[in-house]
């Protein structure tokens, strides 16, 4: 399995982003994907996630009414829509998917390269 995430880039605050995340490799039905995002000094932190089976999403607080993930069955890919970014949103985000939704927020066992968002204010 492979993830490829895109998208990052140099933005202001109040603008939007947007980052996608293409799957390949065995096919998968039950399988949670979704982002992590990480500064330097800092632990990884859950961002949002979905399940690919019934498009249930998960968010963390901090994104949340910001911050939509999506799925294209038909690309095997996902998108995270950020919408009026913060400073604190600079990150470098990762891809990353996993069997459940708890096993996926402790311990993925897949994960793309990350990606820079950086949001200037």
């Known amino acids: 399995v492979q993830l490829q995430a895109s998208g990052g880039g140099l933005v202001q605050a109040g603008d939007s982003l947007r980052l996608s995340c293409a799957r390949a490799?065995?096919?998968?039905?039950?399988?949670?994907m979704g982002w992590f995002r990480q500064v330097p000094g800092k632990e990884r932190e859950f961002v949002a996630a979905i399940s690919w089976r019934y498009s249930n999403t998960y968010y963390a607080d901090s994104v949340k009414g910001r911050f939509t993930i999506s799925r294209d069955n038909s690309k095997n890919t996902i998108f995270l829509e950020m919408a009026n970014l913060k400073p604190e949103d600079t990150a470098v985000y990762y891809c990353?998917?996993?069997?459940?939704?708890?096993?996926?927020?402790?311990?993925?066992?897949?994960w793309g390269q990350g990606t820079q968002v950086t949001v200037s204010s």
């Open positions: 490799g065995r096919p998968f039905s039950s399988v949670i």
């Open positions: 990353a998917s996993g069997p459940t939704l708890l096993e996926f927020q402790s311990k993925p066992n897949y």
